[in-house]
């Protein structure tokens, strides 16, 4: 192996450096500091004579004396079920003082895509414990549902809840002689705060969860560089877990926004023309290969469901992080500041957020008969609701007349008793449902109009009815 002391330059998280080979794009690299630490890095640009390398642990005490050993591999993951109940840094080196992993084998950690002919459509129904997800946006096996919040606001307890919470029912059903059902949650933090960090792992171990859990941590003060290989070591896992091990692999990823910083930067030391705000302008692809290796395949056994979390800078949704994001996944969850500042937890507003794929992965045989019609009535009154508070606002409620007042009762107990559950409750299908139902009572049968009649014989209480016209 060829060792090399001639590095030109040094800008912000890239080495520059001259070679007398061809060498190959996304290759390892070895850089030996005169001090004898050894950094990784990857190449980024190779041309006639000149590499450009990002070095994952930052360019500090790397210096044009510095030794450059190119490995001639990409990059891989130690793969292994062990890796379950692990915690590693955002390299993909444990910390949580266990053993040293012994893998089964070492995957490339930018991973092979799935044939579109081989992909099973995304079906099956994840219950996630919480109403507004289940009831409204359904997650689905196999799908990309990210959750669009904003800097302040309690995702990563959303994030949390879900991690601890999320099952396959009818697995858990089939399984309740074995022992117990094969899902995962594989957890991947970028640029997370050390007080956050202390959080993710103090819930994950308090609940037990950590069991079934591989999680990667890259913190606000590891380099930015890493954080652009975390995600992808994280996808390398879960995909392994799923593919090879017929594991439902649930990916949480937290904060995109992190990694599209890094992005950024990375982009502007490479002194690349910028794209919108900034951003690089592969962005949109750079993102596909992330959120694209979501998915289940014909044949596998596993599935892999992604939930990625990004923070909107200033709350705006044309952002290019959450607008790019929005254009590959298959909807998205929002997370409401007005919500949060009433008290409601989560605060999830479940009118602008949509599961593209929640219509093939709900009614009989997945969860219950009337869960569709369910939730458009309860779409269509919760938005009737909301309109009326406008009117409210301008004319008084006096000016209302019955049925306009039902429906204002109506959205209020909707955020009040559906969608605030606390970040402690697990809610079954079956009980999101009929919570909908209590609140679908209030109103009048005849208002009904999105459900089947058959539905309203069975499931409408008409004493609730009149417990709201005796208020």
């Known amino acids: 192996m060829k060792e090399y002391q001639t590095i030109t330059e040094i800008s912000g998280p890239l080495v520059f450096a001259e070679v007398d080979e061809p060498i190959g794009y996304d290759e390892i690299v070895e850089i030996e500091t005169p001090n004898g630490d050894t950094k990784r890095g990857q190449v980024l640009e190779s041309s006639d004579g000149l590499v450009s390398i990002q070095v994952f642990e930052g360019t500090e005490g790397i210096d044009t004396k510095s030794s450059v050993r190119f490995l001639g591999e990409t990059m891989k993951m130690p793969v292994t079920e062990d890796l379950l109940g692990r915690v590693l840094d955002g390299s993909g080196n444990p910390i949580d003082g266990g053993p040293e992993i012994v893998p089964d084998r070492r995957d490339d950690i930018v991973g092979a895509a799935i044939n579109p002919t081989a992909r099973e459509y995304p079906e099956e129904f994840i219950q996630t414990g919480v109403s507004a997800i289940d009831g409204m946006n359904t997650l689905v096996r196999g799908q990309k549902l990210p959750i669009f919040s904003g800097s302040g606001l309690p995702h990563n307890e959303l994030a949390l809840q879900i991690a601890r919470q999320a099952t396959v029912p009818e697995e858990d059903e089939a399984s309740e002689d074995d022992d117990g059902s094969e899902f995962a949650v594989v957890f991947g933090a970028m640029g997370i705060t050390a007080e956050e960090a202390n959080e993710f792992m103090e819930d994950f171990e308090r609940t037990g969860a950590l069991e079934r859990s591989v999680v990667f941590m890259n913190l606000a003060d590891d380099p930015a560089v890493e954080r652009t290989?975390?995600?992808?070591?994280?996808?390398?896992?879960?995909?392994?877990?799923?593919?090879?091990?017929?594991?439902?692999?649930?990916?949480?990823?937290?904060?995109?926004?992190?990694?599209?910083?890094?992005?950024?930067?990375?982009?502007?030391?490479?002194?690349?023309?910028?794209?919108?705000?900034?951003?690089?302008?592969?962005?949109?692809?750079?993102?596909?290969?992330?959120?694209?290796?979501?998915?289940?395949?014909?044949?596998?056994?596993?599935?892999?469901?992604?939930?990625?979390?990004?923070?909107?800078?200033?709350d705006d949704d044309t952002h290019p992080i959450p607008d790019l994001t929005g254009y590959i996944t298959e909807g998205q969850i929002y997370i409401d500041r007005g919500l949060n500042s009433q008290g409601i937890q989560p605060p999830i507003n479940v009118s602008p957020s949509l599961s593209r794929l929640m219509d093939d992965g709900i009614g009989e045989g997945f969860t219950r008969e009337d869960h569709g019609d369910v939730a458009d009535?309860?779409?269509a009154a919760y938005a009737e609701g909301k309109d009326l508070r406008d009117l409210?606002?301008?004319?008084?409620?006096?000016?209302?007349?019955?049925?306009?007042?039902?429906?204002?009762?109506?959205?209020?107990?909707?955020?009040?008793?559906?969608?605030?559950?606390?970040f402690d409750t697990n809610r079954d299908i079956d009980e999101t449902l009929d919570i909908g139902w209590d609140l679908l009572s209030m109103l009048p049968k005849e208002a009904l109009n999105r459900i089947d009649e058959e539905l309203i014989e069975k499931y409408y209480h008409a004493e609730e009815a009149e417990e709201v016209a005796a208020d």
């Open 377 to 379: 009535q309860l779409f």
């Open 392 to 422: 409210v606002n301008i004319v008084g409620r006096e000016a209302l007349s019955e049925r306009d007042n039902k429906y204002l009762d109506f959205a209020d107990r909707f955020e009040t008793d559906f969608v605030d559950q606390g």
């Open 229 to 314: 290989v975390t995600p992808r070591l994280a996808l390398t896992t879960a995909e392994y877990l799923a593919f090879d091990k017929g594991y439902h692999v649930l990916v949480i990823l937290t904060d995109m926004t992190n990694y599209c910083e890094a992005l950024r930067e990375i982009g502007a030391a490479r002194e690349e023309v910028p794209g919108r705000r900034g951003y690089p302008g592969y962005m949109y692809t750079d993102l596909a290969q992330l959120y694209e290796r979501a998915g289940r395949i014909e044949g596998r056994a596993g599935s892999v469901t992604q939930i990625p979390i990004l923070t909107m800078p200033g």
